[in-house]
């Protein structure tokens, strides 16, 4: 379950999405591309400031020619987006399958700060969160070895679901002791591959976004 949305992650591809399917719309005559200039020269260079939201919206619909509400819903929920039928806009094909990720799942990503090793992110509902784990937490060890000499992260990859570690850390000043079962992670591989059978327009749209133009 999604929790929170990451515009470094998510954001980027919305944008491929509204450019796919302002394409599709127009015949690949307009693109995101589009959007940008008009927001450029209607905002910054006329009226030297910048837009609102409303008004970002309203010129995306304005150049797509119709309503762009499922598209906006995405930017400001977490509904899960519709790759597929995005990209077959473009006849692209996008493997969403879940598969089993090699390793034990513990559930965290973390950096070295000073020589210690600091959690700087929980998967929600991973056994690092059931633990009780958060951000800011520092790990000294894992299995009575020095955690910043222990390859470990999101998986620990020589170890196996329903393995039990051993974790020492340090929370808000108190140094502990957790012990906690590795999980089984499921993932998307999310590989995209050409469609065998495509129209022309979907052709179209495909080489505009590589190449970057539009249709004349």
């Known amino acids: 379950m999604n929790k929170t949305i990451s515009y470094y992650d998510k954001g980027p591809i919305v944008g491929w999405m509204f450019d796919l399917h302002m ?5 690949n005559k307009k693109s995101l591309d589009d959007v940008m200039r008009t927001l450029y020269q209607e905002y910054y260079l006329k ?8 008004e970002f919206r309203k010129v995306c619909e304005d150049i797509a020619g ?6 906006f819903r995405y930017v400001g929920s977490t509904t ?8 077959d806009q473009a006849g692209l094909h996008i493997d969403l399958e879940r598969q089993t990720v090699p390793g034990g799942w513990l559930g965290v990503t973390t950096r070295v700060a000073k020589d210690s090793t600091v959690i700087t992110a929980v998967e929600f509902d991973s056994p690092a969160w059931q633990a009780g784990l958060r951000r800011r937490d520092i790990i000294l060890e894992i299995d009575n070895q020095p955690a910043n000499a222990f390859p ?13 570690v051993k974790l020492v850390v340090v929370q808000r000043g108190e140094k502990k002791l957790l ?14 591959s050409p ?4 129209d022309k ?12 133009k539009v249709s004349p």
């Open 152 to 164: 470990f992260g999101n998986m620990i990859k020589d170890q196996l679901p329903g393995d039990e």
């Open 201 to 212: 327009l979907q052709s179209a749209i495909l080489e505009g976004w590589l190449m970057g």
């Open 23 to 27: 394409r599709y719309l127009t015949g």
């Open 195 to 198: 469609q065998s059978n495509v």
């Open 80 to 87: 899960e987006l519709d790759y597929t039928k995005y990209l």
């Open 66 to 71: 119709t309503n762009l509400e499922e598209l």
């Open 179 to 192: 012990s906690l079962v590795l999980g089984k992670k499921l993932e998307r591989s999310f590989k995209i």
């Open 47 to 54: 009226q030297q400031r910048g837009f609102t939201e409303q």
